[in-house]
């Protein structure tokens, strides 16, 4: 209920179906995560994504090569 990500689109936070490039996964990324910075619930979603391995987006402000790095 708390997410800041509630009514923005999903879009920013997933890769899209197609290819993607470098700089616009990047973008992309940046504005997801600077929605993420702001989010009551960071921490729990963090926690979350990890606890699950979920493979895929930006969760908790951190992409899933980012979350790999932390989980070891
Ligand atoms: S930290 Fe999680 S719940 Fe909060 S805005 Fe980011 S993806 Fe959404």
């Known amino acids: 209920m708390r997410a800041a990500c509630r009514g923005h689109s999903a879009a920013i936070f997933f890769a899209p ?3 993607e490039r470098k700089e616009a996964r990047v973008a992309r990324e940046r504005q997801a995560k600077a929605v ?4 009551p619930v960071r921490k729990e979603c963090l926690n979350y994504a ?3 391995h979920e493979p895929h987006g ?4 951190l992409n899933e ?3 790999r790095a ?3």
Do not use: D, K, P, Q
């Open 17 to 19: 179906t197609h290819f």
């Open 36 to 39: 993420c910075a702001m989010c």
């Open 50 to 52: 990890l606890r699950i």
């Open 58 to 61: 930006i969760w908790g402000g």
């Open 65 to 67: 090569v980012e979350r």
């Open 70 to 72: 932390i989980a070891g």
